[in-house]
């Protein structure tokens, strides 16, 4: 059983470098203790593996505890590490001189604390097995004097054959500073042999620095007769190369008790080292771009904050979001998307010097920390810098490709006062930038952060709506130009404010979709709207087609033709009494998983129109693409045909292009007669506007059927009679 002793007079840490010293082995055994004494009375007569303790503490310090651990005989050699909060030398000097073996800086990374305590808990077990060896040799050197000289020169012989099987260094000195004895490791170490170590200088071959260190070492072995505690070393070998070791100096007792010799053991954990750095570097580095990472950012940053309040200087953070990312992604693939990611790190690397720091935050989001601020001047400066880098275009894989960012800019002490309160400031002014079309960067300001908890306040309201069916669908007739009957309704959503009324979705759709709330919306929107379709349908009335509108999000987050499959098996509707309004957007950028959908959609029965087309970047490429059956005018070029010539250019070759096609056209928009019997002039088939009816909720709906149900009757009748035919 592995025992680790933890003293810190703090509970909370007792208990999280509990938990971290149970993740070590499953065979660890943990012994908390608040308070150093009870910890020094608990090892007066127990040997722990490993010592964990925290510097400053009430009773005594961790230096102070150390020492007196290592006057306990049996706990002389554990190892001990010392959690501080300190940077400053002195305090590590202090603990090191009272024996203590490694270090750990407060707040403790996980990853650092259970990589170093596996490596001192193994060499403890090295150590231990080494006594043992020095143990068995002690006693074989007391047996062989009672022997002759051959068998004491034949016993040495195979203790030397032992000592070199052991992965040590080992080495004995003698009180005048020569070699008694030397194992093959360290002769190799050296470049050497044993023969021609054993006699000279135990040290010799090392620099003056390391000489004079182990000769002091020495010295206290032979004054005190008690073995020193473990330390770790850097040393250079005959080549140049450097190694870690971790170095123990003992005692060699003659019958009576005296110290004759100092046995020095080095264990080389170079391997190690480069395994817990390794470690290191991946827990504060990106992956992909070699760049800090979000932790390593924070930690810089909160350095930064410690410097600036003893110097009075200033920093900034900028926030870096790259525009339109995702869809090079999608149309490019991931591979493409990484290298331009690479080849921007290199960017803003060069953008940066002296103290500045480039993080990678993840996804297309990076941060850079800006030191020795002068001015907010200054920072705008470099963030216009920034936005100029990004936009130059990127030659990758023989294509050339074109991205912006927006950049949020946040400074300290103004801002906040810690590395979270910080990134947080720079996200807000960030968003800030995406909500101005990107390409562009912005001080934080308080109004941004009042914008960010109205979001967070109108988020809450919104997931409750969506639990206790707040939200409802008002229904807008389309109209035949050519018949006035309603020939298709589209379902609108609204929301039934609590204390504020119906409102329109402009109010927070925007928001549902930064929150990712569109998502269940969306879903909710198609369900209701082929439920409502099916109840007309169950009351007798001639429904139209309802059309409800699909947002990007949904295309790229869902299965939409599953989505639509199973509304309408839920529901028993007709899929051709379905129709879905997309946008421009959807099909420009659409990617091929985006072409599959809509070819399966429109197997399905269903309709799709393109709303409000005109208004983005129409291409004939993509509707050759796409199979769509409406396109919609929207409502800006409705609004002023009668009084804008270019409007009635613009509709009359929308709709020249949709007969071309074969594809209906339906105006949306429309409030007066004038516009109406333009539009049925100029050849379009339908329109939905204020002239024929307001969204109103399905009650107000169902009864316009029923009216124009009765009134399609009534002709019919009186066609009938009179035998002639009947023009509406």
């Not at 904050?305 to 090079?328: E, M, T, V, Y």
């Amino acid at each position: 059983m592995t025992t680790i002793v933890i003293v810190d007079d703090r509970a909370i840490n007792r208990s999280i470098f509990e938990k971290l010293a149970l993740a070590v082995d499953a065979s660890v055994k943990v012994q908390c203790f608040a308070s150093p004494i009870d910890a020094l009375e608990y090892m007066e007569s127990n040997v722990p593996d490993l010592i964990i303790t925290d510097y400053s503490m009430p009773e005594m310090d961790g230096a102070d505890l150390t020492q007196k651990v290592r006057a306990l005989e049996h706990c002389s050699d554990v190892p001990i590490v010392v959690i501080t909060v300190f940077t400053d030398r002195s305090f590590r000097i202090r603990a090191l001189e009272a024996g203590a073996t490694d270090f750990l800086q407060s707040p403790v990374d996980h990853n650092e604390f259970v990589s170093r305590a596996r490596n001192l808990l193994a060499l403890r077990e090295e150590q231990n097995a080494v006594k043992r060896h020095a143990r068995f040799l002690e006693q074989e050197l007391v047996n062989v004097e009672q022997q002759s000289k051959e068998a004491l020169r034949d016993s040495r012989e195979q203790l030397a054959q032992v000592i070199d099987s052991v992965p040590a260094m080992i080495t004995t000195s003698t009180r005048d500073g020569l070699c008694a004895f030397s194992n093959a490791a360290w002769a190799r170490f050296l470049n050497s042999t044993t023969a021609e170590l054993v006699g000279e200088d135990t040290y010799g071959k090392f620099d003056k620095f390391t000489r004079e260190r182990n000769r002091r070492l020495d010295r206290k072995v032979f004054i005190t007769g008690r073995a020193l505690p473990p330390y770790e070393i850097e040393q250079r070998n005959h080549a140049g190369d450097i190694f870690h070791f971790i170095v123990t100096k003992s005692p060699l007792l003659d019958v009576e008790g005296n110290t004759t010799h100092v046995v020095t053991t080095a264990t080389n954990i170079s391997d190690r080292k480069r395994a817990e750095a390794h470690l290191l570097h991946i827990a504060h580095h990106d992956a992909l771009t070699g760049l800090p990472n979000r932790t390593m950012l924070g930690e810089r940053i909160d350095e930064e904050i410690f410097q600036c309040r003893n110097s009075g200087r200033s920093f900034a953070l900028h926030f870096i979001d790259l525009d339109r990312f995702k869809s090079i992604n999608d149309a490019l693939g991931h591979r493409t998307g990484d290298r331009l990611l690479e080849v921007l790190a290199e960017r803003l690397l060069r953008c940066v010097d002296g103290s500045d720091l480039v993080a990678r935050l993840g996804g297309d989001e990076f941060a850079i920390l800006q030191t020795d601020l002068k001015s907010s001047e200054e920072a705008m400066r470099f963030a216009q810098h920034l936005v100029s880098v990004v936009e130059e275009p990127f030659h990758i894989s023989g294509k050339e490709l074109q991205t912006s960012a927006s950049v949020g800019i946040t400074k300290y002490p103004e801002d906040g006062l810690n590395s979270e309160e910080l990134l947080r400031c720079a996200d807000m002014a960030m968003y800030q930038s995406k909500a101005d079309g990107g390409n562009t960067f912005h001080l934080f300001s308080t109004k941004m952060d009042h914008h960010v908890k109205e979001t967070v306040a109108l988020e809450a309201e919104l997931r409750n709506a969506i639990e206790h069916d707040q939200l409802e669908l008002f229904y807008q007739p389309q109209i035949d130009l050519r018949t006035n009957e309603i020939v298709g309704a589209e379902a609108l959503l609204r929301w039934n404010r609590p204390d504020y009324g119906v409102v329109a979705p402009n109010v927070f759709l925007g928001t549902a979709e930064e929150v990712g709330l569109i998502l269940p919306i969306g879903e909710w929107v198609i369900f209701a709207a082929c439920q409502q379709a099916k109840k007309w349908m169950d009351m007798g009335l001639e429904t139209p087609r309802i059309a409800v509108n699909i947002s990007p999000t949904q295309f790229r987050k869902q299965n939409v033709p599953q989505l639509l499959k199973d509304a309408l098996v839920s529901c028993s509707l007709p899929a051709d009494k379905l129709e879905i309004e997309i946008t421009e957007n959807i099909v420009l950028h659409g990617s091929d998983a985006t072409v599959r959908d809509l070819r399966e959609i429109r197997e399905m029965g269903i309709a799709i129109s393109i709303d409000d087309f005109g208004t983005g970047y129409s291409s004939l490429a993509y509707l050759s693409r796409y199979s769509v059956d409406c396109l919609k005018i929207d409502r800006c070029f409705t609004r002023d045909m009668m009084t804008d010539p270019n409007n009635t250019v613009i509709i009359k070759a929308i709709v020249g292009l949709g007969k071309s096609l074969d594809l209906s056209i339906i105006a949306e928009g429309v409030e007066t007669r004038e516009q109406a019997e333009y539009l049925k002039d100029a050849g379009c088939e339908m329109a939905q506007g204020y002239l024929f009816g307001k969204p109103v909720p399905a009650e107000d709906f169902a009864r316009l059927l029923e009216e124009q149900s009765s009134n399609l009757q009534g002709h019919s009748q009186q066609r009938a009679l009179a035998g002639a035919e009947f023009e509406l």
